[in-house]
């Protein structure tokens, strides 16, 4: 019989060599649009619901996003659209998201937690789309904003304010599309797993990191077989529209060890909602390791 042993050496070694250094798929939300023209993401807003959202759910693309801000490659700001009011905390979830903040590294002047009456924390109740369209407005004009970050519709954890989010933004694109000759901003909203995956926590790591090595190895082969079928076909090199080398990626933040421990001391900021089941969350949850992104197009 063969020892299982190497394998399972080698399983491990694999595991965390793979949880030691972060990973991104380094075309940070760029996406080849139909007028062929290469759209990179400069000037990013990330929308939340609750105070503890960015760092339950977001931490990897904040820390990853933060390194190309202090690189000057983009800009980013975060508009938390509730205080957390639903258990009368609302003062108190607002100063700990700013412990939360500072632990994740965004600037005190690149955030800010709405307090909208028709906003309000609630388990049980939907936002309506134009209040959240109306409520971000103002910031994604005033910063410039090409490039918007929230929920998906399924909201990874199902609740209802965060489902609410994406329509709301979609209806904001739509209200900004009829006033402006600009590119029309762009909206990526964080893929929500299903049960399984939602907690396989470190081995998320391995397998998001597979995909996106996948996605280079696929891109060379590509790369390949253009050269040699251009031996026959020499436009081929040259394309009429440049293809942006990451325009399909799929975009994606793998932490390390390090980006995880920045998680868990955000996560730490949230004094008032660290219930024992939190500690589960944040042992289990691939989201405190890695972070996957899909464009949403604006129905028109
Ligand atoms: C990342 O993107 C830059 C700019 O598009 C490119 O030069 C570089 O080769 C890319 N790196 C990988 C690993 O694909
Ligand atoms: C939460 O929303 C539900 C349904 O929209 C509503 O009936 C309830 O009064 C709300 N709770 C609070 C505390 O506002």
Known sequence: MVSTFPLVVLALSLL???LYTP??????????KAMKAAL???KLLMVTAHPDDEAMFFA???LALNAKVAAGEIEFALVCLSNGNAEGLGVTRTAEFKHSADALGIPANKYWVVDHPEL????TAYWDPNVIAQVLQPYVLDLDIDTILTFDETGVSSHPNHKSVPAGVQTLIKNLGETSSKPPLRLYTLVSSSITYKYISILSVTLGKVDVYGYRMMRRLENYIIDVLSIWYTDLLNPTFPRHPDGHAMPEFISGYEGYSKALEAMQAHQSQLVWFRWLYVAFSKYMWVNSWVQLSVPS
Do not use: C, Y
Not at 23 to 32: H, I, P, R, V
Not at 120 to 123: A, G, I, K, P, T
């Open 23 to 32: 990973l991104d798929s380094n075309g940070t939300f760029a996406s080849q």
């Open 40 to 42: 990179v993401a400069k």
């Open 16 to 18: 965390l060599g793979a």
């Open 60 to 62: 990897p693309t904040i």
């Open 120 to 123: 309000e924390d609630n388990m």
